[in-house]
């Protein structure tokens, strides 16, 4: 395999200060890092930092080039484009692993959602795992997290203001951000997750330490064709019901407007929801520290909770 590949180690830093990645995730060895990219038909190049682990793809070939000096980086560039592979099990690589157990080391498997890898005996909890949510698509990353029964896939999170949230449409249908920190899985891997039956469970946390839960019976997002419509219903938890007012509501960003307002909620409130007229929450809105969280309009909003008031973390999460 590895004669479909330019390997390039210790190449330029400007690899990553110069080009911007679609996806970034971490800690994995070089063949793992090679078989994200092999996943993806969009990933056409990859750079590894030996010092972490953390891999970068890339949806264009980058002109790397040898240092001459240490850097720790590793380029990685596919020699021609590769379409995503359905099978469970993705080709190894080792033309240019440096571990002797490179031959023998298993391939990351590809599950149709954390609840497929908690079937096949995953428990490794808040781990990234490569889902397949559509045959017909690239396979995406996720992060898992596991408890007794079932696994749960986290569809969005927020934590510290490191991602920018006010996004068109194409950045939400698709997904964003970086699975060990803040990101948005996209709409259509959500609308492929919740085809069959899924509850939905929202974790919040404000800028004090206090945790609070929302939690829905069920959950599902529609096809493109509808806007992404949200079906939502069965609330039960402590931190009120302020998803069930966006009901029925097509998704809006700020160059896509489905709201029921005779405005733009989703530049008004400078992030992509599933806004009516406009919101009684707004989990994509805009980070604020705990300074300005009490001032917010525009935040990280569920008003049954605090109002107004902008969160810390966050995070949505499907399963069975």
């Known amino acids: 395999m590895d004669e479909l590949y330019d390997i390039i180690r210790d190449v330029s830093q400007d690899l990553l200060t110069n080009h911007n990645s679609f996806e970034a995730a971490g800690s994995f060895s070089l063949s793992y890092c090679v078989n994200l990219c092999t996943a993806s038909s969009i990933c056409l190049s990859a750079v590894r930092i030996s010092a972490s682990g953390e891999c970068h793809l890339f949806s264009s070939t980058l002109h790397a080039h040898a240092t001459g000096t240490e850097t720790g980086l590793t ?18 690589f080792c033309g240019t692993e440096e571990s002797s157990t490179c031959n023998t080391a298993p391939s990351p498997r590809v599950y149709q959602g954390c609840q497929d890898a908690f079937d096949n005996g995953e428990r490794n909890s808040e781990a990234v ?6 045959p017909e698509s690239a396979p995406v990353l996720a992060v898992c997290q596991f408890d007794d029964q079932s696994g749960w896939t986290v569809i969005q999170r927020r934590l510290d203001g490191t991602i920018d949230f006010n996004r068109g449409w194409d950045d939400y249908a698709h997904g964003f951000g970086n699975t060990n920190g803040e990101h948005w899985i996209g709409l259509e891997n959500i609308h492929h997750l919740t085809k069959k039956d899924q509850k939905l469970s929202i974790f919040l946390e404000d800028h004090e330490g206090q945790s609070r839960t929302a939690n829905y019976s069920f959950f599902q997002v529609e096809n493109r064709e509808s806007n992404y419509q949200l079906l939502v219903s069965g609330y039960n938890g402590d931190a009120g019901d302020s998803l069930s007012y966006h ?26 929801w599933w806004y009516d007229n406009c919101l009684k929450a707004n989990l994509n809105g805009v980070w604020h520290n705990a300074e300005n969280a009490q001032q917010s309009q525009s935040g990280v909003a569920w008003l049954d909770w605090k109002h107004p008031y902008s969160f810390k973390t966050v995070y949505m999460r499907v399963g069975n």
């Not at 380029?75 to 190894?92: D, L, V, W």
């Not at 795992?129 to 559509?134: A, E, G, M, V, W």
């Not at 029921?260 to 909620?265: D, I, Y």
């Open 129 to 134: 795992y490569t889902l397949h949510t559509d």
């Open 75 to 92: 380029y990685i560039g596919k020699r021609k484009p590769g379409a995503a592979q359905s099978a469970t099990e993705m080709k190894g």
């Open 247 to 272: 009901h029925k509501m097509g998704f809006s960003t700020l160059d896509y407007d489905n709201d029921g307002s005779s405005g733009s909620c989703g530049s008004t409130y400078r992030a992509g």
